[in-house]
């Protein structure tokens, strides 16, 4: 019997010494080789989640880049922004979304739940040091595991393909046709509440969200706080005193650009949560101009 188990565990031991081995080798190899250089004249950038992917059009935003992307945790923008800023030291402002659901525990969770890390991991695996591999194995060990096939997957084939170019896979402006707040506000959609977790602080990713201010302050970045705007009876502002509190208590130095009640008619927005095209050029053209203002300022 002592022989079995002992025969066991050295089996046991060979597979975690091998899969170490093996996402070691890979990540090492897939960090050394990231391509993130951004156009040269890009001096400003805006991090966050699907609300800015949809609101800022690069494209009508001078000397500007949409690096948001959808239920994007400030977990995995603090890992994505120490490549941004590796490859492209001629940024000098960095506009980050803070809303609503930031703050509060939901954001937490998105970052260890199965489908964000089925999502992120295999991209970012590459980038993620010993601590944050460590975090994630922590929270949800079954997962990440789990994720490991579907990881050295789509590395071997990056490194087949010579795909080292992360820019378009980690974000970018989503341009967005649809134009269904109306029908939703028709059937109260807006009216539904949000599960409690969406009253209670966040620890995690206010903890990550100052990493990622402190690394911008670390490598010379000029910092924004900015909010993109929501419908005005959306669901997703009914924690709005608890929002409040926290700026005001975590963050009362950062500069705070709030467009949350940017004024538009109902058929610019997608939904409750989220500006179309329409929606994106009006909000766009108008913080072109606050841009050219605040580097002005500068």
């Known amino acids: 019997m ?4 002992s025969k066991i565990i050295q089996f046991l031991l060979l597979i975690i010494v091998t899969v170490v081995s093996v996402s070691t080798l890979l990540n090492t190899h897939l ?26 059009n690069d494209s009508l935003i001078v000397n500007f880049k949409n690096l ?24 000098k402002n960095v506009f980050i979304e803070f809303s609503n659901i930031d703050v509060t525990q939901i954001r937490d969770e998105e970052i260890w739940n199965e489908k964000y890390i089925n999502w992120r991991y295999p991209t970012y695996a590459s980038w993620m040091n010993i601590s944050e591999q460590a975090y994630l194995l922590a929270k949800n ?30 974000g970018g402006y989503l341009y967005l046709t649809e134009s ?6 028709a059937v ?31 490598n010379n970045k000029q910092v924004y706080f900015v909010r993109s705007p ?7 502002r009914v924690n709005e005193e608890l929002f409040q509190e926290i700026k005001k208590e975590m963050f009362p130095k950062i ?15 997608r939904d409750l949560h989220h500006l179309n095209y329409k929606g994106a050029i009006q909000f766009s053209n108008m913080f072109n101009s606050k841009l050219q203002q605040l580097t002005t300022e500068q």
């Open 141 to 170: 060990p079954k997962i990440v595991i789990a994720t490991l096939p579907k990881t050295y997957k789509n590395q071997i084939e990056r490194i087949r393909s010579n795909r080292f170019n992360y820019i378009k896979s980690t």
């Open 188 to 218: 109260n959609y807006n009216k539904q509440e949000p599960e409690n977790k969406y009253f209670i602080k966040s620890v995690a990713n206010l903890y990550y969200l100052e990493k990622l201010i402190a690394l911008c302050y670390e």
């Open 255 to 269: 500069k705070f650009l709030d467009y949350v009640d940017f004024d538009i008619p109902n058929s610019y927005f």
């Open 68 to 91: 948001a992307q959808s239920g994007e945790s400030y977990f995995y923008t603090f890992i994505k922004a120490k490549q941004v800023f590796k490859h492209n030291p001629q940024i």
């Open 31 to 56: 960090n050394n080789k990231t391509q993130f250089a951004l156009n040269k004249n890009v001096e400003s950038i805006v991090f966050g989640h699907s609300h800015p992917e949809t609101a800022f």
């Open 180 to 185: 269904k707040l109306d029908s939703l506000i």
């Open 230 to 236: 929501l419908y005005k009876d959306s669901f997703y």
């Open 2 to 5: 002592k022989l079995f188990l």
